[in-house]
């Protein structure tokens, strides 16, 4: 019997140590089970898995047109913001619009906020808005001591429409990003973390 506790033991020690270190290798501190599938930038085949969506039309949802490149974004498409005031894209039609969908346990996303916020100052020509795919209080969390120079949206204000999707993201995989030009229309996507080069290929030089 004490043999058997032993190893018993020792297996659950391994198991513990295994879970810590993929925790550490992912980035993301007890993520549950059902949104470990939304995690890509951190695996290996993350490029495998862009190009397969890439290559592949978005699954659509019965009643939802599924928004594509040169699709017309509808000017009333709106969330609430985290005071919970409706907020539609119609108030910033005639300006370039890069929308960023992510999470707080997302830890590309989280990543990329700082080229974001960066891109914001240097671009006020365009309006950055990120739509968050988490609960209130834990972005408001988040944003306390990581605040963003421009606007959060709250993404799950909508029981029955995944924003996300409707813009093209049709895996649910974060972050995932949209820039709609100035005429409403989606100008490109990108699945994964942006950086600076996309960035200035998105946005251009910056501006005073």
Not at 62 to 82: S, Y
């Amino acid at each position: 019997m004490g043999r058997q506790l032993l190893t018993w033991f020792a297996a659950a020690l391994l198991g513990g140590v295994l879970m810590l270190a993929l925790g550490s290798y992912f980035g993301v501190a007890g993520l549950p089970p059902g949104l470990m599938a939304r995690w890509h930038d951190a695996t290996p085949d993350a490029a495998d898995i862009r190009a397969r969506l890439r290559s592949a039309p978005p699954r659509k949802r019965p009643g939802v047109h599924v928004l594509q490149v040169g699709d017309t974004v509808p000017e009333d498409f709106g969330l609430p913001d985290l005071a919970s005031h409706p907020q539609t894209l119609a108030q910033y039609r005639g300006r370039r619009v890069l929308i960023n969908f992510w999470a707080t346990w997302c830890g590309p996303c989280r990543e990329e906020m700082p080229a974001l916020a960066e891109a914001q100052r240097r671009h006020p020509d365009t309006r950055i808005i990120g739509i968050a795919l988490d609960q209130p209080d834990a972005i408001r969390a988040w944003l306390e001591h990581t605040p963003v120079p421009y606007p959060i949206w709250q993404g799950l204000a909508d029981r029955h429409l995944d924003p996300a999707v409707l813009f093209g993201d049709a895996q649910g995989l974060l972050p995932y990003s949209v820039l709609v030009a100035p005429d409403g229309r989606i100008a490109d996507t990108h699945l994964g973390k942006l950086d600076a080069g996309r960035l200035q290929a998105w946005l251009g030089q910056e501006t005073h």
